[in-house]
């Protein structure tokens, strides 16, 4: 496979197909025997049923049953190894304070303060296909969009609007009509929602195209989501980017749901800007911290005319920012980091990064590669089940994820009949069985290839069915 199309030579992976028989039990547990990448579940800690059932704080119980956790588009469940480096960390702030910022100790799985979040830069450029100093670890995704679109926005006496995603996260929707009012510009006028047609909930790529096209002359940035949070659509990156650049608009993507769950290449496809959080796929911690990504060339400093008159890009800039051979002159001549370090502020927190490397340790013992070949399989056994017994007209449901694997990543949102969400969510909950649900009437359903199985999926899809099982015989 090779990126966000799930291609092998240039050559679409067929959609996957299933006997007869994949609708046992024992057919789940033979694809669960057969997948190489099995062992990556016992990189994390499964939320047991009984913790679920208690509203007392309790530790993971290693014997009781594991829930069957379907939320990671929502929330990650905890590495193992988050224990290990957060022990580390604390051991090196409690042994020797202050020094921690200069100083790699022998056996300890993270690098000194300074350069820690070059440490998780490295790993999350390997998830999102760019070269790590094209990356930085900092801030959270609504920040790190505000900072982006302070350098990226850029509006023009003609070239004014921004394009997005018509049910775009709240938090993307506030922070595009910020940045437009920042610039005294009227947001009704400015901001273009592209959305699908009626009655439908997937965004052709031709019609986001059109909408550029009717653009053209006014428009300055597209900012859209690499996988839709509600509907679990993945865009089609490189040909969007590469059709609105051709026509004068910068790029960016919001990866919040793509970000390791499909694979993506953004320097390849020569993405402007791009930013994420590393709590839902990444499984870095609740508020964990984000990720930004700049492309080489907009991050070059030019220092012809002298030391002291670098020319970069324009941004809000802050004291780590700057080239840390220099950070301590204290000169208040500002020398930019080259590349994405350069968008940095503040001396990041040391225990967020901690979080974060250890989710990534799991990330860099296989690859977004292997990942999404599993997902693709993954959610696609998840697809045929739930159709397999029935025709759309009998179903008090429908799937409005896109059917075609290439544009989707693991989630299936599953839009019910009115009125049947409360009682599905119950039955699921007391099932053990954790999703999002998204009112009024959607379950977003995501088994997560680093730590979920074709069993589940099986499971699942007989407790869900279960409980609309009554629900058929009053439609």
């Known amino acids: 496979m090779n990126g966000t199309n799930g291609t092998t030579n240039g050559v679409k992976s067929p959609k996957p197909s299933f006997p007869a028989e994949a609708t046992s039990k024992e057919y789940a547990i033979s694809l669960d025997k057969s997948d190489p990448l099995r062992a990556l579940r016992d990189e994390f800690i499964i939320p047991s049923k009984a913790n679920l059932a208690s509203k007392k704080l309790a530790k993971p119980g290693l014997s009781n049953e594991p829930s069957i956790y379907f939320c990671g588009n929502s929330l990650g469940i905890q590495p193992k190894a988050v224990a290990k480096y957060m022990e580390a960390q604390l051991d090196t702030w409690s042994g020797i304070g202050v020094c921690g910022h200069f100083t790699d100790l022998e056996g300890s799985p993270l690098s000194q303060w300074q350069v820690l979040s070059e440490q998780a830069a490295a790993s999350m450029s390997k998830i999102i296909g760019a070269a790590p100093d094209e990356v930085a670890a900092m801030g959270t995704l609504t920040m790190n969009l505000h900072l982006l679109l302070a350098s990226f926005y850029r509006p023009t006496e003609k070239r ?5 995603d018509w049910k775009a ?3 993307d929707h506030y922070a595009i009509e910020s940045h437009i009012a920042w610039h005294g510009l009227d947001s009704k006028d400015n901001m273009v929602l592209i959305g699908p047609d009626e009655g439908t909930y997937e965004i052709p790529t031709e019609k986001i195209l059109e909408v550029i096209d009717q653009h053209v002359d006014d428009a300055a940035v597209l900012l859209l989501p690499g996988i839709q949070y ?18 004068g608009l910068i790029v960016g993507w919001d990866l919040a749901h793509a970000y390791g769950n499909a694979e993506i290449k953004l320097h390849d496809w020569n993405v402007d800007f791009a930013a ?4 839902k796929y990444g499984n870095a911690g609740p508020g964990a911290m984000g990720g930004l990504f700049v492309h080489e060339r907009h991050g070059q400093v030019d220092y012809s005319e002298g030391e002291d008159s670098p020319k970069f890009r324009h941004r809000l800039t802050g004291w780590y920012g ?37 989710a990534l340790s799991v990330f860099d013992k296989t690859s977004m590669k292997e990942l999404r070949k599993k997902s693709f399989h993954l959610t696609a056994y998840l697809e045929f089940l739930l159709l397999s017994d029935s025709t759309d007209e009998d179903r008090p449901f429908k799937i409005i994820t896109p059917s075609d694997p290439h544009a989707r990543g693991a989630q299936l ?9 409360h009682n599905v969510a119950d039955s699921l909950q007391k099932a053990g069985i954790i999703c999002d649900k998204r009112e009024p009437d959607v379950v977003r359903v995501a088994p997560v290839p680093l730590y979920n199985t074709f069993s589940e999926v099986w499971q699942f899809v007989q407790v869900f069915k279960a409980a609309l099982s009554p629900m058929r015989l009053k439609l």
């Open 230 to 247: 509600y509907t679990g659509q993945l865009f089609d990156i490189p040909r969007i980017t590469r059709y609105a650049q051709e026509r």
């Open 160 to 164: 004014r609007k921004i394009l997005m």
């Open 276 to 279: 994420w959080c590393t709590y």
């Open 169 to 171: 996260f709240p938090s």
């Open 322 to 358: 700057g080239d840390r051979s220099v950070r301590f002159k204290m000169d208040n001549k500002f020398k930019p980091i080259p590349g994405a370090g350069g968008w940095v502020l503040s001396n990041p927190s040391v225990i967020d990064l901690t979080t974060l490397c250890a």
């Open 413 to 421: 949102s599953l839009l019910l009949k009115p009125g049947l969400l």
